[in-house]
């Protein structure tokens, strides 16, 4: 892949300038803090405003409900961010002309999609990062120390979770020259997936089966996630397929 990491040094040095890495790492940030601290807290703050004479009872807290928090708060949010951030990473290059301009340089188009796919990748990383991790703390300080090896992986189940919808908007961003198409495509993956993800039988095949995985992994309790390996193949396997179908798409464009 010649120019690959010039490219790639591009991607990110973009990335930083334009704030999207700070603004991706500072939100998801929040969204790891915040988990714990309503876990901890909201059964207090709902009792205390709760009509004279109205007794609301919660159970105790958990590591568990604290994974539940933050599972939904990162997965809902970092597939938006997912979506933003691939949208436009070849469709606007291919509208304003500056792919045509690359790409007269001796770089290959394999390395120029390549060093997009690795910048989103990485600053999707590192969001998920700073939310595991702003959650790990306040986990320990408010329950218990969890098991941090469990949360690490679960980290990248996040991750990957998160990377399948971003695949199948860039995608869409390689097949078509505006970004509000590409994140048409992308919410269309992400509504198919979500009406297959609620039959039972298909759950296991999607991403949206990662979450119930990271779980029990957070918990270190893989055993609880049978599927485990099922779940993360047919992940992986959506992401190749995406990726392979943006070379095939890319190659044959006349920019």
């Known amino acids: 892949m010649t120019g690959l990491g010039a490219l790639l040094d591009k991607e990110l040095r973009e990335s930083w300038r334009t704030y999207r890495l700070a603004v991706v790492g500072i939100l998801f940030g929040f969204l790891g803090l915040s988990s714990p601290l309503v876990t901890r807290y909201l059964p207090e703050i709902v009792a205390a405003f709760a009509p004279p004479g109205v007794e609301i009872s919660f159970p105790p807290p958990t590591v568990g409900d604290v994974l539940d928090q933050l599972l939904k708060n990162v997965l809902q949010f970092g597939v938006l961010a997912g979506v933003l951030l691939a949208m436009g990473s070849v469709a606007n290059e291919k509208e304003r002309g500056t792919a045509a301009l690359i790409l007269v340089k001796p770089v290959s188009r394999a390395a120029f999609l390549a060093a997009k796919l690795l910048a989103i990748g990485i600053v999707l990383a590192v969001g998920v990062g700073f939310a595991v991790a702003a959650a790990l703390v306040y986990t320990v300080i408010l329950f218990e120390v969890p098991d941090i090896g469990g949360w690490i992986l679960m980290a990248g189940a996040i991750w990957l979770s998160i990377a399948a919808y971003a695949s199948i908007t860039f995608l869409g961003s390689v097949v078509t020259r505006s970004a509000l198409g590409a994140a048409g495509i992308g919410f269309g993956g992400l509504i198919v997936l979500a009406l297959a993800s ?47 179908g943006s070379w095939v798409a890319f190659r044959r464009q006349e920019l």
């Open 198 to 244: 609620a039959v039972p039988a298909f759950a296991r095949w999607l991403p949206s089966g990662l979450t119930p995985v990271a779980k029990a992994i957070g918990l270190g309790d893989a055993g609880a996630a049978p599927d485990a390996a099922l779940t993360t193949f047919a992940t992986v396997a959506i992401i190749a397929v995406t990726v392979v």
